[in-house]
């Protein structure tokens, strides 16, 4: 079956302490994607990468880093620098960018605790 | 910088009635796309129902519909004949067309509940 897979469902995390999430889809998407989820304030965009070797920062980057050195994994690192990151995280990614209005399709998401 | 608003933060309904729940956004481009998606229980996204801005026509899948009013900057979306598993969380969000990103911006969320 064609999907996107996350891992680990819930992570705990030291303070101080580096983390990476991971997101993999065998989708052959050429677009990925990585949102941020708190209580009440929907999803944010932290990081997305149209293709292989490239990304770009979203709206709430800081404490944040990623890579994208094949097109199936894009994963995402919590640094000792995000404030407060705590959150549900949910990785997206879409068919062909200059399709426009392709819809996102989403990963099962990553609960992150830091404890 | 585009925005979507969903100003209602819970809902309920009764088995088989039809809900309504609303969004607006704001944006300065002309050609854009809008989405709402679910969130249920288990917090996996899915895509309910989306919209091309440059269609007049609503969009329709099954119980859901939209009312797609491009002047006001409205996407309400309409679930008729609701069921218990139509409780969720619902997004709605937008996708400019500018650089074709594909970069969603989403609302704030309206939680749902389908009361038996």
């Known amino acids: 079956d064609g999907g996107i897979t996350q891992s680990p469902k819930y992570l705990f995390r030291k303070e101080g302490q580096n983390v990476t999430l991971s997101c993999e889809q065998n989708?052959?998407?050429?677009?990925m994607y990585w949102y941020r989820q708190d209580p009440g304030q929907g999803l944010r965009l932290i990081y997305y990468?149209?293709?292989?070797?490239?990304?770009q920062k979203g709206d709430i980057a800081e404490g944040y880093s990623v890579s994208r050195e094949k097109k199936e994994s894009f994963p995402l690192t919590v640094t000792s620098a995000q404030k407060n990151p705590t959150a549900f995280y949910l990785c997206?990614?879409?068919?062909?960018?200059?399709?426009?209005?392709?819809?996102?399709?989403f990963g099962p998401g990553t609960r992150l605790t830091v404890l | 910088a585009q925005t979507v608003t969903q100003s209602q933060p819970e809902m309920s309904v009764q088995e088989a009635e039809t809900v309504t729940l609303s969004c607006t956004y704001d944006?300065?481009?002309?050609?854009?796309?809008l989405f709402w998606y679910k969130q249920p229980p288990s917090r996996q996204m899915i895509l309910v129902i989306r919209?091309?801005?440059?269609?007049?026509q609503n969009a329709t899948e099954n119980r859901f519909s939209v009312n797609f009013q491009k002047a006001a900057k409205s996407f309400s979306l309409k679930i008729s004949d609701s069921q218990l598993g139509d409780t969720a969380m619902y997004f709605c969000?937008?996708?400019?067309?500018?650089?074709?990103?594909?970069?969603?911006?989403f609302g704030q969320g309206t939680t749902l509940q389908v009361k038996p």
């Open positions: 919209q091309e801005a440059y269609k007049q």
């Open positions: 969000a937008f996708m400019g067309n500018s650089g074709n990103t594909g970069k969603l911006i």
């Open positions: 944006t300065s481009e002309n050609n854009y796309y």
């Open positions: 997206a990614s879409r068919k062909m960018p200059g399709l426009a209005g392709g819809e996102q399709f």
């Open positions: 989708l052959n998407h050429d677009a």
């Open positions: 990468s149209q293709i292989v070797n490239d990304f």
